[in-house]
T-cell receptor, first 108, second 115 residues
């Protein structure tokens, strides 16, 4: 069964304190791993797609990496505006299977 | 930047009533989806739609649910007889054919409250 597990569930950081979010996945034949950001009451906002182990992508303070079993979202020197829930998903057929997300709070 | 538009943003309905949630996907996208998110839970896949037919559906998408593309721009989700447990945020999404380097684009959602 395709499955996505994210950890930690919640993370509190001080502004400027770098950290990483983890996404472990089990899928038969990875056809894409996706990272999304979700603000309260809003739809998921696309961040990255990764397809193969060793692939990395960056956007501002965020960097996503992929291995054969997990993906990391590294946040460098976060700002309060980075506070959100970060969702990881894998593609299974035409569907995305999401994890529960990591809720990040960054305080100034 | 192109976006997926959903209406209404919030709908309250009585148990047993029919509701239709509406979506306008991105114009050059070919795949359309509905997802739902019960408060505090993960985003769950309901159905995918391509070339005017359902491509894939989850166990959640039972006979009380249906989807339709009534014209060239709208994509709808109908719930025939709503139950209390249908209360959730419903997200429409769309994607282009082929490479998904830009991911699936989600709308802002419709919050459905069944009372």
């Amino acid at each position: 069964e395709d499955q996505v597990t994210q950890s930690p569930e919640a993370l509190r950081l001080q502004e400027g304190e770098s950290s990483s979010l983890n996404c472990s996945y089990t899928v038969s034949g990875l056809r894409g791993l996706f990272w999304y950001r979700q603000d309260p009451g809003k739809g998921p906002e696309f961040l990255f797609t990764l397809y193969s182990a060793g692939e990395e992508k960056e956007k501002e303070r965020l960097k996503a990496t992929l291995t054969k079993k997990e993906s990391f979202l590294h946040i460098t020197a976060p700002k309060p505006e980075d506070s959100a829930t970060y969702l990881c998903a894998v593609r299974a057929g035409t569907a995305l299977i999401f994890g529960k997300g990591t809720t990040l709070s960054v305080s100034s | 930047e192109p976006e997926v538009t959903q209406t209404p943003s919030h709908q309250v309905t009585q148990m047993g009533q029919e509701v239709i949630l509406r979506c306008v996907p991105i114009s050059n996208h070919l795949y359309f989806y509905w997802y739902r998110q019960i408060l505090g839970q993960k985003v769950e896949f309901l159905v995918s739609f391509y070339n005017n037919e359902i491509s894939e559906k989850s166990e959640i998408f039972d006979d009380q649910f249906s989807v339709e593309r009534p014209d060239g721009s709208n994509f709808t989700l109908k719930i025939r007889s709503t139950k209390l447990e249908d209360s959730a945020m419903y997200f429409c999404a769309s994607s282009p054919q082929g490479e998904l380097g830009y991911g699936y684009t989600f709308g802002s959602g419709t919050r459905l409250t069944v009372v």
